[in-house]
């Protein structure tokens, strides 16, 4: 002890030794260390990769079905799901590093997403951890590989978990949805025949008016008869079409909502108005004949002008409805 301190106090030459060798020990850390270093950046980077490609997996399961370009029908608002640097640069979507406030990830807690009335099931447990890694992890887009697309997800069809196989938990089957009521599923069965039923009343309206049309230039009695009879007709699929969607239009949220209000309460609206026009070109025409003639005059009048609001307003409510189907360019030239 006294003798080294001695040495190292006495001898400059045995100084240079040892601040050699703490030299070389530092160098040597760093020339150690630096490749683990780079290594523990390549596998943070590396469970990136994984991270999306499994979150792209599960979208592929859960959400490209709705949520792509190519998806029908087209949610024009958010239809890239399957581009995650698009989909994490959406604040609205995403809060990257917190799945709390990211609303994607809210949707699919709340069990909000995939809807309740589709084919498909929710997401399980494990499958809405690895969002939620994802978010957290701030929504890595992952690497791009040569010949396209991110590093390879497992096909969906060998993987229905969406989890890449290695660390798929054993245990984490589909959780399915508890069957619904009888009733319920009835309902939403029915709901999808709105699309089918609201042709009859659309056309049959349009030609009520068209036959109101003719009328005031031929005045033939055949012309009424086939505006009441349309309008018969026509009236008894309005009411038809209107319930039937009431049943469709269950499980909307977002977007598309306010749409769907506007084309239900017009649909309605229209709906309950061609019940008294119907009923007013039943008693117009019938007084008429028992009087011995053809039906003029004001009441004559109203059935007319009815008639064309209630056409207009059926025409209005379908076209709404059909932008919320093939959404709202569907009428743009094409290029
Ligand atoms: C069966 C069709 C369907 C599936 C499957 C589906 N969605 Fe949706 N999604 C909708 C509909 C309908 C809306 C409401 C209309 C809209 O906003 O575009 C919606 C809205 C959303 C919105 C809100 C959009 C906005 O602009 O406010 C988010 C976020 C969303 N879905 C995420 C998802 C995710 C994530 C999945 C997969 C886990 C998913 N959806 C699966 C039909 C679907």
């Known amino acids: 002890m006294t003798r080294r301190r001695t040495t ?144 390879k997800p497992i096909p969906l069809a060998q993987n229905p978990g969406g989890i890449i196989s290695s660390d798929a938990p054993k245990s984490a089957p589909a959780t399915p949805r508890p069957t619904r009521p009888f009733f319920t599923r009835l309902i939403l069965w029915l709901g999808k025949f709105h699309p089918l039923a609201a042709h009859t009343p659309i056309a049959v309206l349009m030609a009520a008016a068209i036959a109101e049309m003719l009328f005031l230039k031929y005045r033939s009695p055949a012309l009424t008869s086939a505006a009441r009879f349309c309008m018969v007709l026509g009236g008894m699929g309005a009411v038809l079409t209107a319930a039937l969607g009431w049943a469709m239009a269950t499980g909307y949220s977002g977007a598309e909502r306010e749409a769907l209000e506007t084309h239900r309460w017009a649909g309605t609206a229209a709906a309950l108005l061609c019940i008294p026009i119907a009923l007013l070109g039943e008693w117009g025409a019938r007084r008429a004949h028992r009087e011995g003639r053809d039906w003029h005059g004001p009441s004559r009048w109203l059935f007319r002008v009815s008639v064309f609001f209630v056409a207009g307003l059926v025409g209005f409510a379908a076209h709404i409805g059909g932008l919320i189907v093939w959404g709202a360019d569907m009428f743009q030239f094409p290029k």
Request: charged share 20%; net charge positive.
């Open 8 to 151: 190292a106090a006495a001898s400059p030459a045995s100084v240079i030794p040892a601040a050699r060798v703490a030299w070389c020990v530092v160098v040597g850390a760093v020339f150690a260390l630096a490749p683990s270093a780079r290594a523990a950046g390549a596998g943070a980077a590396e469970a990136n990769d994984r991270l999306a490609a499994q979150t792209l997996a599960i979208f592929g399961e859960k959400c490209f079905g709705c949520h792509t370009a190519a998806a029908k029908p087209k949610f024009k608002k958010f239809n890239y799901v399957d581009d995650l640097t698009k989909l994490a640069g959406n604040p609205k979507f995403i809060v990257a590093g917190d799945p709390d406030k990211s609303l994607l990830y809210k949707q699919i807690v709340e069990d909000e997403m995939p809807p309740e009335d589709s084919d498909v099931q929710p997401l399980t447990p494990a499958q809405r951890d690895v969002v939620r890694a994802w978010i957290k992890a701030g929504a890595p887009a992952g690497r791009t590989v040569p010949g396209g697309g991110i590093a």
